[in-house]
């Protein structure tokens, strides 16, 4: 009976058309937020941040920047892997070149880089979709990685054609660098996330994320009331890229310190970030947490039930991992296809009119 | 309600103001490889007035909508818009300058919300940039709210609040039909394309349509140019008629100058149609 939106009256637009029309939800949302910002700094450790914590704030970012694109604008793109690398090359080059240069600006020129390539590799959308647009990206994603494993300017010619992330502070705290103490590295990824999933939201909310949304579900109408389709494709491209470097930046910077193209950044990554999106739900900011939590939190806990509570060994237990992580996917997709979010939104309408189911 | 040159106009038998000419069609003629859709034709549109273009199935009626918005390019032949020749536009280019339509086979945007849908056709009203959408703050705000204060309107004047916040995929056709219209009027155009508007509708929403858009003519006065095969809507509805059969114009007038031209009635006869 508490999930009501009866006697929560909107009485003007802007009410109306809030992120969480609902009291309940709103509630939901700040203790989350109050969880996330006052409590898990205390209770965080190194192994839960590394295993857990940290991927997933960091993969949520890639994960809100794809869904931009193929969720919101209909483009489908396999390149992810290698912008994120674009964002990772960025910082990396950013902070040698610039050692003085503040991290946080260090991170948002990775992803404005990123944007800037992620327009040039757009470009084929125009007169391509579906399918074709889809290898074009792939061709981008070899052709990057080539690019960042080969010429070795891209890696300050280091012998081990690896790049690793000097220490950089924030505040006088480590928060790159071997001696980024868990919490820091929380703290500076959550403070990213939540940034830009409030930069998407409000993307999403208004005209513009509407002239993706009309591409997406028919291009030629969408032209005809209006919609400049090499705007509309081109800002979701830039903007999805701005998040997915983003992510990229950190993934190196923060997560890994070191990291070689092929290896951080490959196919498998992009395949990763959209079976995220379309787990968690297309067009849905919600669906890009809940893909990425459940895509990086499953595997972790289904490795923590077969080796250490049924004492198998840990290479029996990587591959069945694999293979339920799997079968969960396909399972998932056939049950619900619209995704976590779609299933989410169900129960909330059920729950809406619960007890009385009508 | 634009432009009217009141010298150049008229009004009708039921005291609405028409113009002078707001579009004129010249010569034109459009080829798809060796088909040619459309044969030398030409008329225009006035101000004010609701123009209706009627003739059997395959006639090159939806073809000659699709030239006025900027969805083909005919291959002779020249559009005159508020005086001036158009030279070739991009279709968003052509809704920018205030055309706005509904199309044959209902083309809603069907991931999106009725709002949603509506609030689209206002895009050329918003003006906030990707930096302002993205903090939403000032400008960007006050658009959309501003924006959705008119589409309110619009939703009232159309009788779909009830369906507000519905997936546009889960409504029937016959709403699915009025919400192209909202979306279409939520741009406030000065020339209005209905691309038979009432097909597969059942007699009451038929009605209702006929309501609704003569409602938007005598209300904002927009010029509205109407495919129709129902001939009853049609000489009820429309100020002037101009018939086509296999791509040629065969007649062009009032209602009752049509119904009596003798090519006119040969073409109805020799064609099987609605
Ligand atoms: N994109 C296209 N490619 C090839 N031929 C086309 C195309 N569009 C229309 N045509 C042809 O042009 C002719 C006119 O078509 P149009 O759709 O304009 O007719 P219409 O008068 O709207 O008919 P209806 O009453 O069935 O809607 C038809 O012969 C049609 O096959
Ligand atoms: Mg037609």
Redesign the interface.
Known sequence: MLYREAGDFKT???AD?QTFPIKFDRYGYYFLLGFAFLVMPLIINDYWANSIVVPFLIYTIAALGLNILIGYCGQLSLGTGAFMAVGAYASYKLMTAFPELNIVFVVVFAGIVTAAVGVLFGLPSLRIKGFYLAVATLAAQFFLIWLFTRQPWFYNYSPTGMISAPQRELFGVAVTGPRASAVAMYMFCLCFLVSLAW?AR??T????G??W??I???D??????????LMAKL?AFA?SSFFVGIAGALLFTVYLGAAEAGEAFGIDKSFLVLFMVIIGGL?SIFGAFAGAAFLIIGPVLLKLLLVNTLGWPTDLAAHLEIMIIGALILGFLILEPHGIAALWRTIKEKLRLWPFPY | MRDIQADDGYMTADGRKIGGVAMELRNITLRFGGVVAIKDISFDIRWGEIRAIIGPNGAGKSSMLNIISGFYHPQEGDVIYKGFKRPRMRPYEISRQGIARTFQNIALFEGMSVLDNIMTGRLHHMKANLFQQAIWWGKAQREEEENRAQVEKIIDFLEIQHIRKTPVARLPYGLKKRVELARALAAEPAILLLDEPMAGMNVEEKEDMCRFILDVNDEFGTTTVLIEHDMGVVMDLSDRVVVMDYGRKIGDGTPDEVRNNDEVIKAYLGVAHE
Request: hydrophobic share 45%.
């Open positions: 003007n637009y802007v058309s930069l409000n993307l909310r208004g005209t513009l509407r002239q949304m009309a997406r579900d028919m030629i109408a969408a032209e005809i009331i209006g919609v400049n389709p800002t903007v067009g």
